[in-house]
């Protein structure tokens, strides 16, 4: 069995997972989005002392797997530099006091396998990935083989809805709550700019839609937001199907999934299927339990990076920070 650690944000997970069978065999995930709410964010330094308390807790409860555990993995980047320290000093404790090799893994490589927990793995795949730190389209041929082809220039799709959840005074985070709110609204009341109509670039943009649903926002009052949160659903979302169709012209899907936390929103879902379909390609999503952060995607990665004997020595490991947040 492989035991993984995720902290590289506001979640302190803890997986086990069978390396025979890809089996979940625990998985135990301390969110700390009420903490963070009041702020409209994440804090990192916050986030850092109750993973400090958190993770402890929940690797207690691992004890009864310990014997048979011959790896420890954790993520090691991208994400803050406070927060995933604290699961890779947990994560040297551990190698030491099992006398385990260790694993770094890349939470990107994590959300995309996330497709695969409890799974053999499937390529190749683009992959759209949507979270609160990274917009992404990637190929991915196979797990070292994976690459970016178009990303975000400023925001991310996520930080974009926790963004607009904010200056409604919605808390964080604001993808569930801000998809909720829009189910009620009128899609097409607010016109909304579709980001990078015009530019031939394989990209993606999310700060001017913010600031224009931030101009609406400080126009209307609070019974025009679920239409705000409708046109802004809308708008953003068409944006990811509008760059994607372009790509498609040259570069026909043959597996496609949506991975990421903002992965479970399920209008970007059906428009995603929709756009699909003239390609009969198959579309792949995670369990909505694992698209948000988690430790079992950790743990299905490192039990592909244990079979090809990709560890890392103990003063190799360190974090590689993410600078924007
Ligand atoms: O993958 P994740 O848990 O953390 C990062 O790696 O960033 O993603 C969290 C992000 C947040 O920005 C959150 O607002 C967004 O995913 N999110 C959503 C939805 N659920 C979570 N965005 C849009 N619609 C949702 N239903
Ligand atoms: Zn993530």
Same mark, same amino acid.
């Given at each position: 069995? +492989?035991?993984?650690?995720?902290?590289?944000?506001?979640?302190?997970?803890?997986?086990?997972?069978?390396?025979?069978?890809?089996?979940?065999?625990? =998985?135990?995930?301390?969110?700390?989005?009420?903490? =963070?709410? +009041? !702020?409209?964010? %994440?804090?990192? /330094?916050?986030?850092?002392?109750? =993973?400090?308390?958190?993770?402890?807790?929940?690797?207690?409860?691992?004890?009864?797997?310990?014997?048979?555990?011959?790896?420890?993995?954790?993520?090691?980047?991208?994400?803050?530099?406070?927060?995933?320290?604290?699961?890779?000093?947990?994560?040297?404790?551990?190698?030491?006091?099992?006398?385990?090799?260790?694993?770094?893994?890349? =939470?990107?490589?994590?959300?995309?396998?996330?497709?695969?927990? /409890?799974?053999?793995?499937?390529?190749?795949?683009? %992959?759209?990935?949507?979270?609160?730190?990274?917009?992404?389209?990637?190929? +991915?041929?196979?797990?070292?083989?994976?690459?970016?082809?178009?990303?975000?220039?400023?925001?991310?799709?996520?930080?974009?809805?926790?963004?607009?959840?904010?200056?409604?005074?919605?808390?964080?985070?604001?993808?569930?709550?801000? /998809?909720?709110?829009?189910?009620?609204?009128?899609?097409?009341? !607010?016109?909304?700019?579709?980001?990078?109509?015009?530019?031939?670039?394989?990209?993606?943009?999310?700060?001017?839609?913010?600031?224009?649903?931030?101009?609406?926002?400080?126009?209307?009052?609070?019974?025009?937001?679920?239409?705000?949160?409708?046109?802004?659903?809308?708008?953003?979302?068409?944006?990811?199907?509008?760059?994607?169709?372009? !790509?498609?012209?040259? *570069?026909?899907?043959? *597996?496609?999934?949506?991975?990421?936390?903002?992965?479970?929103?399920?209008?970007?879902?059906?428009?995603?299927?929709?756009?699909?379909?003239?390609?009969?390609?198959?579309?792949?999503?995670?369990?909505?339990?694992?698209?948000?952060?988690?430790?079992?995607?950790?743990?299905?990665?490192?039990?592909?990076?244990?079979?090809?004997?990709?560890?890392?020595?103990?003063?190799?490991?360190?974090?590689?920070?993410?600078?924007?947040?």
């Amino acid at each position: 069995m +492989v035991l993984s650690i995720e902290s590289s944000c506001d979640d302190s997970a803890i997986a086990v997972t069978e390396i025979a069978t890809n089996k979940l065999v625990f =998985h135990k995930k301390i969110s700390q989005e009420i903490e =963070h709410s +009041v !702020y409209g964010g %994440v804090v990192p /330094e916050l986030a850092a002392r109750l =993973h400090a308390e958190a993770l402890p807790k929940i690797l207690e409860q691992c004890e009864p797997y310990f014997k048979k555990i011959k790896a420890v993995a954790v993520t090691t980047s991208p994400g803050l530099a406070v927060t995933l320290i604290e699961g890779v000093t947990l994560a040297k404790a551990v190698s030491v006091a099992l006398d385990i090799p260790l694993i770094a893994v890349n =939470h990107l490589t994590g959300h995309i396998y996330s497709l695969f927990i /409890e799974k053999e793995t499937l390529f190749p795949l683009t %992959v759209l990935l949507v979270s609160g730190g990274h917009t992404q389209v990637m190929e +991915v041929r196979s797990l070292t083989d994976i690459a970016t082809v178009a990303k975000s220039m400023d925001d991310s799709f996520g930080e974009s809805f926790d963004k607009v959840a904010k200056m409604m005074g919605l808390g964080y985070p604001g993808g569930p709550v801000i /998809e909720k709110l829009a189910k009620e609204g009128d899609r097409k009341r !607010y016109d909304f700019t579709v980001p990078l109509l015009r530019t031939p670039k394989f990209a993606f943009s999310y700060s001017g839609l913010k600031n224009a649903v931030r101009l609406a926002v400080e126009k209307s009052e609070s019974e025009d937001y679920k239409d705000i949160a409708a046109s802004f659903e809308y708008t953003a979302s068409k944006h990811l199907v509008h760059k994607l169709k372009k !790509y498609f012209q040259t *570069n026909p899907p043959k *597996n496609f999934a949506i991975v990421g936390g903002a992965s479970a929103n399920l209008y970007l879902r059906g428009e995603i299927k929709k756009l699909l379909q003239p390609y009969n390609a198959q579309l792949l999503l995670s369990d909505l339990e694992y698209c948000s952060d988690n430790a079992a995607m950790i743990g299905r990665v490192a039990v592909d990076m244990y079979k090809q004997g990709m560890f890392t020595s103990l003063e190799e490991v360190s974090v590689a920070a993410r600078v924007k947040m």
